[in-house]
């Protein structure tokens, strides 16, 4: 789960997603929008009675903050919660899962900020089942997966894999901008993402606005994705000034086409 | 306002209060449903401009909590933050306005934690309107106030006090038991208040389980509403095994009439 704001669990809830399941949870920045939830899902996943260890990759001080909580309420948490904290020019993996990684990066914000990317990693080669004949050994299937042929004992070929095999599905990333100024720096943690999210808080109308807030506008959002060529590009935390954000997609397809808002509940599947 | 669980500010946009209103928030005790929207809420208040300063009374470890979470973010607030720290056994009035004042008393919970009276100060005399001559000075009316007659110089009477004045508006009070073991210790401070707010954890089934939790049963919440002869009692804080609380109203209402259930958004007036 990247960041973590007020209400947080009670929108798992009401979107059906377990939160018994949740190993990693990434924190972008210490702004309150972004992990006062936080607290709080750390308490429910304790009464539930969970008993896997959740990691936290975060800002140093949230780890005293989250600590000085559970104390004043006397509570020892029944699991292990391990703090991960990440430094103000981290750029690196920083978790490196069987079959996925996610990346850090830092952003210019107001205070220490970073962007996440979580890209799967390379995908086996598959069989293609149409062409497999019945008789076929499970050491020469093996064989197959690695990408070499099965050869007879005289050194023919038995099994081409060139013939018998497919080229491994597509590896999809996601890469997630939460707060940050326009900043042309981010676009080699972007490169080619299927999906970016990118902060649009502003109109361009109010560029000056974004720059000194160390925000971004849409038109900026959309020319992050242009650069970066990415596959989509969804805009979000749009400022309260806009009770219909529809201006700002229009804005940002004009620098790049494939935008779109993201909404609360959304679910968003990278394969086009 | 009394307490502030996670989603807080949230709730009281849906009902309408204006937040810019608050001035005092009472904390019973540091555990999560009671606190963890206080620093939303204190953000939000910040980003809207907010000048007036916010009295926070509750036990001493939430000023460092909400420093910390302020500091992480680089805050500084625009209003100023006064912390009223609440000891383990503090039995006083904490705030004393024009109209009110609201004293603190000591519960038995797992941590530190305080019940709250708010109580209105008595009111002034009224004039009856009905019988008030057309021609009466000022000056008489403010003698009527104060309870006193109105005398010609020769000493005779004018406007007698008892004839031109009704008495005083009654006076209501709240009183607040957010989570406590039963404790009829609690009695005297919640006497003949208008409204008991009860915690009702569990049904009298339970009751074993009540107490080793430091909550209270229906009945046992009923049965101090009876000894404190109160107006109204309210039950709240169910446990999440009850769906639906009916049960443990029918429960409470054998042992103390004048029992309702309280509801999320409920309005109460004081007023019978």
């Keep these: 789960m990247i960041d973590c704001g007020e209400g947080t669990q009670m929108h798992l809830l009401r979107n059906h997603i377990k939160i018994s399941r949740l190993r990693h949870v990434l924190i972008s920045h210490l702004h309150g929008d972004h992990y006062f939830g936080l607290i709080g899902l750390i308490s429910t996943l304790h009464l ?61 914000h107001r205070i220490t900020c970073h962007g996440f990317r979580i890209s799967e990693k390379p995908k086996p080669i598959r069989i293609n089942k ?61 490169r080619k993402a299927d999906v970016l999210y990118h902060e649009a808080t502003f109109a361009e109308d109010m560029a000056p606005r974004a720059t000194e807030t160390f925000h971004s506008t849409a ?17 979000g935390h749009y400022s309260t000034r806009y009770k219909d954000p529809t201006p700002l997609l229009h804005e940002a397809k004009q620098v790049f086409d494939q935008t779109f808002l993201s909404e609360e509940g959304n679910t968003i599947i990278l394969e086009p």
Tied chains: 1, 2.
Excluded: W
């Design 130 to 190: 149409e062409l497999l004949p019945e008789d076929i050994s499970i050491a020469d299937i093996g064989t197959l997966l690695k990408g070499e042929s099965v050869l007879h004992p005289s050194g023919e070929v038995k099994y081409d894999a060139a013939y018998h095999t497919l080229p491994p599905k597509k590896s999809y990333s996601y890469a997630y901008c939460s707060d940050t100024i326009y900043d042309p720096g981010l676009v080699p943690y972007l």
């Design 48 to 108: 539930f009675g969970r008993r896997y260890p959740l990691n936290i990759y975060a800002p140093a001080p949230l780890k005293s903050i989250i600590e000085a909580q559970l104390e004043a309420s006397e509570t020892a948490l029944n699991f292990e919660l391990f703090f991960h904290p990440l430094g103000l020019n981290d750029i690196r993996i920083i978790i490196d899962e069987k079959k996925y990684i996610v990346e850090a990066f830092p952003m210019k």
């Design 219 to 235: 038109s900026q959002a959309a020319d992050i994705a242009k650069k970066a060529e990415v596959s989509r590009l969804y805009l």
